[in-house]
Nanobody, 117 residues
Framework: QVQLVESGGGLVQTGGSLRLSCAGSGRVFVINAMGWYRQAPGKQRELVATITRGGSTNYADSVKGRFTISRDNAKNTVYLQMNNLKSEDTAVYYC???????????WGQGTQVTVSS
């Protein structure tokens, strides 16, 4: 099993910045890709950004140029730097880890990000 613990959410004004962190523990050697998803009230969970163990990244169009995902494999931690935040970025942000092959998929408990105007 893999455990994921997020931190760094909070309340920020429009145009501000936040940095989310997600630390993995347990059988972390089976993890390939890690990423961030978000879910706003009344909406489905959506992809924000992902990064593979090798460092390849993928972003949702809505966050390109504003958010940056990075990863420290030695610390089993993934980060999401969020700049120029907008009200539509308000959501619960979930950390995700995908294992190699059929090892599985794991989720963190979520962290609230609220952007106020």
């Amino acid at each position: 099993q893999v455990q994921l613990v997020e931190s760094g959410g909070g309340l920020v004004q429009t145009g501000g910045s936040l940095r989310l962190s997600c630390a993995g523990s347990g059988r972390v050697f089976v993890i390939n890709a890690m990423g961030w998803y978000r879910q706003a009230p009344g909406k489905q969970r959506e992809l924000v950004a992902t990064i593979t163990r090798g460092g390849s990244t993928n972003y949702a169009d809505s966050v390109k140029g504003r958010f940056t995902i990075s990863r420290d494999n030695a610390k089993n931690t993934v980060y999401l730097q969020m700049n120029n935040l907008k009200s539509e970025d308000t959501a619960v942000y979930y950390c995700n880890a995908d294992g190699f092959g059929n090892y599985g998929t794991w989720w963190g408990q979520g962290t609230q990000v609220t952007v106020s105007s």
